[in-house]
């Protein structure tokens, strides 16, 4: 069972570049969110899926765009990569109605924009 | 809408002493405060979680308070040991609304000294 499944693990992109994080979960859960994590700063939701077939922005959404490709797969893109957002990213998974309790992590994507 | 501050940043104790983190939170609407950890390299994992209707939680050596009037919830970690290690982030939440949407504190690196 391998949980939340984030691709790639290391990138490195010039300024204007465009890449996208992939994401999966195998663990049938309806709801999937995109994080960033700076040095010293928490968590910030940049957008989420409450369910297949819908997204919404959330606190840092500016730069980015994403793909609730069906019920596995949440994916990120960065149209015109920018250095304020060389970034760790993290994907996570959550059983999604009712709160039930917890969010479930992927090991992260360290991302360096030049 | 939420803001969590979290306390102290930084965190050094002795193998065998306790360690508190606390954090505080604004939105009197939050009901759910969940403790994640995070290792070197991973992403954060659940340790545990309280919700607002209950003061106090324990499983093993650690331990989560709640003072809903005070706006704010510790988290205590008894008998530390090296493994424990790592970034504690809090976090605010509410059963309503989407788990993901909860908003982090800033973490805190704690260090055990063998």
């Known amino acids: 069972n391998a949980g939340v499944t984030q691709t790639p693990k290391f990138q490195v992109l010039k300024t204007g570049q465009s890449m996208t994080l992939q994401c999966a979960q195998d663990m049938n859960h309806n709801s999937m969110y995109w994080y960033r994590q700076d040095p010293g700063m928490g968590l910030r939701l940049i957008y989420y899926?409450?369910?297949?077939?819908?997204?919404d922005k959330g606190e840092v959404p500016n730069g980015y765009n994403v793909s609730r490709l069906n019920k596995r797969e949440f994916s990120l893109r960065l149209e015109s990569a920018a250095p304020s957002q060389t970034s760790v990213y993290f994907c996570a998974s959550h059983f999604g109605r009712e709160y039930t309790g917890e969010l479930f992590f992927g090991e992260g994507s360290r991302l360096t924009v030049l | 809408g939420e803001n969590v501050e979290q306390h102290p940043s930084t965190l050094s104790v002795q193998e065998g002493d306790s360690a508190v983190i606390k954090c505080t939170y604004s939105d009197s609407a939050s009901n759910y405060f969940p403790w994640y950890k995070q290792e070197l390299g991973k992403g954060p994992q659940l340790i545990i979680d309280?919700?607002?209707?209950?003061g106090e939680k324990k499983d093993q050596r650690i331990a989560v308070t709640l003072n809903k009037t005070a706006k704010h919830f510790s988290l205590h970690i008894t008998e530390t040991q090296p493994e424990d290690s790592a970034v504690y982030f809090c976090a605010a939440g509410s059963y309503n609304t989407n788990a993901g949407k909860s908003t982090f504190g800033d973490g805190t690196t704690l260090t055990v000294k063998p």
């Open positions: 309280i919700r607002s209707n209950v």
């Open positions: 899926s409450a369910s297949e077939g819908t997204t």
